[in-house]
């Protein structure tokens, strides 16, 4: 399994709080992407990184923000948190683009619950 | 908006039998890959196919892909309880770096 670690694994926050959620990779990919799953919507990209430091926006970016400082970790931050970003975060990453052929690699998940 | 559309959205099958979803997108692709998602997990990569190719294998898992219908479809064969699982089809849109995931076919195998 490729060694990717998300963390928290769960996490029941309240409206309004600020929230991060972390991303760690062992395996030295160059790209790292947050989605979010959520029923009926399939996964949306949040955010994704090309590179240190290199980070843009998907489809779904509104209300969050992104930071890599270290090539193996990738952070996702919700700054005031709301009810709508209740959802399943995935972590994923890849050594090449998807548009050049490249297999994500995910890690578990992260539940966010927003009261 | 979404990239890829699977269908049927839920299937239930008997063990033994053969399960085809299909995958529809919307617009030129440079590939197609399928992914697969055991119940609260992360998900996996099963299989991918480029544009300039029309069908391809690999285990009991058999892709082909339309690019003139736009649509690609996932059959496995011989299936077994082990299969029960949710299939995602995920495309790149040409230009595009990143992959975009339909909303999931769930499979379940009965056995």
């Known amino acids: 399994d490729a060694g990717i670690t998300q963390s928290p694994r769960h996490k029941v926050t309240e409206t309004g709080t600020p929230v991060t959620l972390r991303c760690h990779q062992t395996e030295n990919h160059r790209y790292m992407y947050w989605y979010r799953q959520d029923p009926g919507h399939g996964l949306r990209l949040i955010h994704y990184?090309?590179?240190?430091?290199?980070?843009d926006k998907g489809e779904v970016s509104d209300g969050y923000s992104v930071s890599r400082s270290k090539t193996e970790d990738f952070l996702l931050t919700l700054e005031s948190a709301t009810s709508s970003q209740t959802s399943v975060y995935f972590c994923?990453?890849?050594?090449?683009?998807?548009?050049?052929?490249?297999?994500?690699?995910f890690g578990e998940g992260s539940r966010l619950t927003v009261l | 908006s979404q990239q890829g559309e699977e269908d049927p959205q839920a299937l239930s099958i008997q063990e033994g039998e053969n399960a085809t979803m299909n995958c529809s997108y919307k617009t030129s692709i440079n590939n197609l890959q399928w992914y697969r998602q055991n119940s609260g997990r992360g998900l996996v990569h099963l299989i991918l196919i480029r544009s300039n190719e029309r069908e391809k294998h690999s285990g009991r898992l058999r892709v082909t892909l339309d690019t003139s219908k736009k649509s690609s479809s996932l059959l496995i064969t011989a299936s077994r309880a082990a299969d029960t699982a949710s299939y995602f089809c995920a495309t790149d849109a040409t230009g595009a770096n990143n992959l975009f995931f339909g909303t999931g076919t769930r499979l379940t195998v009965i056995p």
């Open positions: 990184s090309y590179g240190v430091k290199d980070t």
């Open positions: 994923a990453i890849s050594d090449a683009t998807g548009g050049s052929g490249g297999e994500l690699f």
